[in-house]
């Protein structure tokens, strides 16, 4: 059983930046699709980017487009967040998860979850 965990959380400043990681264990790292989704307080969980298990495809919520980069590296079984031009609505607990072996990120079961870290950005 994979197990995934999360770094990176805190407070910043609207406008500022923050870099979320996510470890993973197990081998095969590299041919699973991983993502990142968030929920804010009093909030459903929303889908917030992908990345396919080759790297090179990706895809954003249109909240984040043009602010958040998704990217791994397969060598450290590690996906990341950086996330730029933060503003007050991005406040949430951001959870990482792993796709099905070798799927697209377009039709991919996410079904292994970290335990989130949380991300507060104050105006």
């Known amino acids: 059983q994979v197990q995934l965990e999360e770094f990176g959380g805190g407070v910043v400043q609207a406008g500022g930046s923050l870099r979320l990681s996510c470890a993973a264990s197990g081998d095969r790292f590299n041919r699973y699709p991983m993502a990142w989704f968030r929920r804010a307080p009093g909030q459903e969980g929303e889908f917030v980017a992908a990345?396919?298990?080759?790297?090179?495809?990706?895809n954003y919520a249109d909240s984040v487009k043009g602010r958040f980069t998704i990217s791994k590296d397969d060598t450290k079984n590690t996906a990341y967040l950086q996330m730029n031009s933060l503003k007050p609505e991005d406040t949430a607990v951001y959870y990482c998860?792993?796709?099905?072996?070798?799927?697209?990120?377009?039709?991919?079961?996410?079904?292994?979850w970290g335990q989130g870290t949380p991300v507060t950005v104050s105006s």
């Open positions: 998860a792993r796709g099905t072996f070798l799927e697209s990120i377009y039709t991919t079961t996410w079904d292994a």
């Open positions: 990345i396919g298990w080759g790297g090179a495809i990706t």
